[in-house]
């Protein structure tokens, strides 16, 4: 069980305002621990890392590496398979470049689904231009939901990359990754999965579901924003081009042009690092793991089975994903527009997304160019379910003209 008050008396913004906030999706709060860190970073310690032959440096270096060692142990992994990065956007832009735009070829598939965030997408667009690979896509059922039967009726052998995320950012519906991985190693295919709305929210074990590649961004995780991770197989690592150079990623070059990069992780992280994010998120997942993965997990399943249970009353909502187990819950009102739904929701003190979320393929499936998306995280309460759930039931046209104008 989560102790909810203590919880909540550890994230200042909880504290300062009256805000219901169902936007976690989009980013999360952070706790005192985390910024902490990133304070102390500034006001203590704030000399570069892996350059400095001064004892500081070498603290601030120690600390630097531990926090690779901490997210290493988040995911079961080894820590020369963690990539520091701007976040997920960046990870998976890694991937398909520096692996995919590599590797791949004319006839060769990429294979991913029509509910992929554009980070996931846009990359592998490129790619295919370059390469003249194709892109295929695994059909959904008509609530958006990957199942292993269609999974395995579009795999084939000419499939060389899955690209997928592990729980959709729309409509919150976990992949069974595991088999998804068993399946396209038997093709010989390298699996590449969007963490950015699981690692959150979820116990992870990388060598359990046998990941090739694994993206996640550590502000969606009560961590700061502009870093992130890309988790690799170490091998496949070695195998990847980084598509930047600098300081840091050299063991040496010369003047006729000749460079000796360093092995992974560290040939992909040229520059001086975000130092103060990398240490907010080596807090940010000691905080996680200290209140348990498979806590957080259980009770926001609780949570979105209670928020959909509230939601089917009201005829006036469209709910997409009602069967969905994550934090995530999608719909729309009807006769009203989703902006002026969230501008009126706004107005009452409610935080949500409107839009089509960066996932503009989807809206074939479900059917609908934009929704609003509630999504929830350990911090939040039935109680303020509750109270959006009152707002939402009184809700109007009328009423939401009156706040857009």
């Not at 520091?84 to 598939?109: I, P, W």
């Not at 994550?326 to 729309?332: A, D, K, L, M």
């Not at 009203?336 to 979320?357: E, W």
């Given at each position: 069980m989560l102790d909810l008050t203590n919880i909540r008396n550890e994230f200042p913004m909880l504290k300062k305002n009256n805000l219901v906030y169902f936007d976690n999706a989009a980013t999360t709060f952070k706790p005192y621990k985390v910024i902490n860190a990133v304070m102390d970073y500034y006001e203590n310690c704030s000399v570069n890392v892996h350059r400095g032959d001064y004892d500081l440096s070498f603290q601030v270096s120690n600390q630097f590496d531990q926090a690779r060692e901490a997210v290493a142990k988040y995911l079961n992994a080894t820590s020369k398979e963690i990539v520091?990065?701007?976040?997920?956007?960046?990870?998976?832009?890694?991937?398909?470049?520096?692996?995919?735009?590599?590797?791949?070829?004319?006839?060769?598939?990429i294979l991913s689904t029509e509910a992929e965030h554009a980070s996931n997408i846009l990359p592998w667009f490129k790619v295919s231009e370059v390469t003249k690979a194709k892109i295929e896509y695994i059909p959904l059922n008509e609530e958006g939901i990957l199942s292993i039967e269609n999974f395995k009726k579009a795999m084939h052998d000419k499939v060389k990359v899955v690209t997928l995320a592990q729980v959709s950012n729309v409509l919150g519906h976990k992949v069974p990754m595991k088999e998804i991985c068993k399946i396209a190693h038997s093709y010989g295919a390298v699996v590449v999965v969007d963490g950015a709305q699981s690692v959150p929210h979820l116990k992870m074990d990388v060598q359990d579901l046998d990941i090739d590649f694994l993206a996640f961004s550590a502000h969606k995780m009560c961590g700061p924003t502009g870093v992130g991770v890309l988790y690799g197989k170490y091998d496949l690592l070695q195998a990847t081009d980084p598509f930047l150079l600098g300081g840091g990623s050299n063991a040496r070059f010369d003047i006729c042009g000749n460079i000796l990069l360093k092995n992974a992780p560290y040939k992909f992280e040229a520059g001086t690092p975000a130092i103060e994010g990398v240490l907010g998120l080596k807090a940010a997942v000691e905080y996680l793991m200290d209140i348990g993965m498979e806590h957080i997990e259980e009770y926001e399943k609780e949570l979105n089975q209670y928020f959909v249970e509230k939601l089917r009353p009201l005829e006036h909502?469209?709910?997409?994903?009602?069967?969905?187990?994550?934090?995530?819950?999608?719909?729309?009102?009807?006769?009203?527009?989703?902006?002026?739904?969230?501008?009126?929701?706004?107005?009452?003190?409610?935080?949500?997304?409107?839009?089509?979320?960066?996932?503009?393929?989807?809206?074939?499936?479900?059917?609908?160019?934009?929704?609003l998306r509630a999504s929830v995280y350990f911090y939040n309460t039935k109680e303020e379910i509750d109270a959006f759930i009152q707002a939402l039931s009184e809700i109007t046209l009328e009423k939401c003209i009156a706040v857009v104008i």
């Open positions: 520091f990065t701007s976040g997920a956007s960046s990870s998976l832009n890694l991937v398909a470049y520096g692996y995919g735009q590599k590797y791949l070829k004319e006839g060769d598939v909502v469209v709910i997409y994903n009602p069967s969905g187990t994550c934090g995530i819950v999608t719909f729309n009102v009807k006769g009203i527009f989703a902006q002026d739904v969230a501008s009126y929701l706004s107005s009452k003190g409610f935080a949500i997304r409107a839009g089509n979320h960066c996932a503009k393929i989807l809206i074939d499936v479900i059917q609908a160019s934009e929704t």
